[in-house]
């Protein structure tokens, strides 16, 4: 099928689920320039100020990917049944609070307490959310889709060394006010996009049923997959997918961290300098993201995520052993090509898995394994950085559990269906059967003799 046609639907007409892809890119990006791709550059300013330990600045990371985590199954049932717009719109003003009540902290106790109401909104509304919004727009181009929802934070990226300026023009407080303020001024207005399941709006996955490709005319389409959440987790796929998505963010978020530390103090770089490497480094994940949602619908999206896999621990291992300036940036773009490549297909790889009916419930419970990688990966940098004095074996550790992980999504099949659907599918064939043999009597019955 041609460009054009992937894009548009009903007398050329912009299929309405790539407008949601849009909203998504733009709230990717708030978080990922605000929040997510800037705390590095926010670590620096309050470690100045404060004298608070790495570990203990790495431990407010660690929050908010623990919240996200123990929030994740309840956000998931409530954005199945809820819709996401609910969920989105109540992230996006949760978000914003967290950054005011930020601007006023005075202490380390107060300092976490703000990172779980910042954590609350970013997870709210984030990346659990957005992936079902998108993924239940999309079947045949669900990886595409995916990938360019999540260009947003590269994008994003780009906004880190303006925030590292304002950082030290403005200062950390004032910065953190304007992060306020733009979250609601752009996050507010994208909410009116958003919108459920396509059936509800008299519309279908993809803007219509459409051929579908040989290669995969026999397997059930994403609507017979629908698995209900106890029928999911009961398959070693959950776990194993699970386990990879983990072990990946243990290098993710490490980097998300240290990065900007772990160069400014090893080759003796100003923050500036030092945030540009995260500009370029989400800068290539963009196109990884789209070059790995495009392979991640035409070839098995497994292979993809063990090539991600190993690309994350070797470039960790350059990032921490890098001499120069331009090092960092070699290895910091193999990272943004891993990120970026294997990201999305995170979401896809269960949606194709499980289906769309309860894809929020099991991202949610998937995300409390899942955020045991985010979470301890910047803790163990942060704690063998204080110890060592340095970071090069906390990054080596991490990188090669990063590495050998690979096998977890190698070993992660596509699980078969229960009986229950493979049963409701062949009461479906049988009747389409009967209705086409229906229709072909009645035409024979109708037809004059010769």
Known sequence: MTAPGILKRNAGRLFFGWWIVVAAIVIQGLQGGLLLQAFGAYFLELQEEFAWSSAALAWSFSILQLQNGLLGPVQGMLVDRLGPRVVLTAGIIVLALGFLLLSQIQSLLAFYLVFLVLSVGFGLSGYLTL????????????SLALALSTTGLGIGGMLVPLVALSLNTYGWRNTA??????????????????????????????????????????????????????????????????????????????????????????????????ALVVTVMTMTSMVGQIGGGFLGDRMDKRLICAAGMVAHGVALLGITYSTALWQVYVFAILHGLAWGGRG???????????????????????????????????????????????????????????????????????????????????????????????????????????
């Open 131 to 142: 992936i079902v919004a998108v993924a239940n727009w999309f079947n045949r181009y669900r």
């Open 177 to 274: 006010i304007a992060s306020c303020i733009i979250i609601l001024a752009l996050g507010l207005p994208m909410m009116p996009i958003i919108r459920g399941r396509p059936e509800r709006y008299g519309m279908l996955p993809d803007g219509g049923p459409g051929p579908r490709s040989a290669a995969t005319a026999s397997q059930p389409t994403s609507a017979t997959r629908d698995f209900t959440v106890g029928e999911a987790v009961r398959t070693p796929a959950f776990w194993l997918i699970s386990l990879g998505h983990g072990s990946a963010l243990l290098v993710v978020g490490a980097i998300m961290v240290h990065l900007i530390p772990h160069v400014v103090h090893r080759l003796d770089v100003s923050l500036e300098s030092a």
């Open 344 to 450: 999305p297909l995170m979401g896809a790889i269960r949606a194709d898995y499980f289906g769309r009916r309860a894809l929020g419930t099991i991202m949610g419970i998937s995300a409390v394994i899942v955020t045991m990688g985010i979470m301890f990966g910047p803790v163990f940098a942060g704690w063998m950085a204080d110890r060592r004095g340095d970071y090069e074996l906390g990054f080596v550790i991490l990188a090669v559990m990063t590495g050998l992980a690979a096998v977890f999504f190698l070993a992660a099949k596509r699980p078969p269906l229960p009986p229950r659907r493979w049963a409701e599918m062949r009461s479906r064939v049988l009747a389409r059967r009967e209705q086409e043999d229906r229709r072909t009597a009645r035409g024979v019955r109708g037809r004059r003799p010769l």
